[in-house]
């Protein structure tokens, strides 16, 4: 049997695609019930949905106001996916899952 010998296809392996890893930052104000119902929905949807592909950074605006004027943020909670690009900003608590999954391109996840 040679290389080009295509019974030999079973044994070439594609390399693997790589994996994508979301990076976001929600901005919330303090412990408000808005905020902390933010938190627990961006936790379950990237527990349900991207299952160890994910980074979650918290920022409150009242502990550090600079950032969210730095980043542009003027309402709260407000999401900022940051990676992969293009940026997303999505404002609310995140309870429309699905809404939610389509505006961070989890299109296929979503259906």
Not at 40 to 53: E, F, K, M, S, V
Request: proline share 9%; with cysteine.
């Amino acid at each position: 049997m040679s290389l080009l010998d295509p019974s030999n296809a079973s044994h070439i392996h594609a390399p693997p695609e790589p994996v994508v890893v979301f990076k976001f930052l929600l901005f919330v104000a303090g412990d408000t019930p808005n905020s902390a119902l933010a938190i627990a929905n961006l936790t379950a949807l990237c527990r349900a949905y991207l299952p160890g592909r994910y980074a979650i950074e918290t920022v409150d605006v009242f502990r550090e106001p600079q950032r969210a004027l730095a980043e542009g943020i003027f309402m709260t909670p407000t999401l900022v996916r940051l990676v992969p690009s293009p940026m997303v900003r999505i404002v609310g608590t995140l309870i429309q899952t699905q809404t939610v999954l389509l505006a961070l391109g989890l299109e296929a996840a979503a259906v």
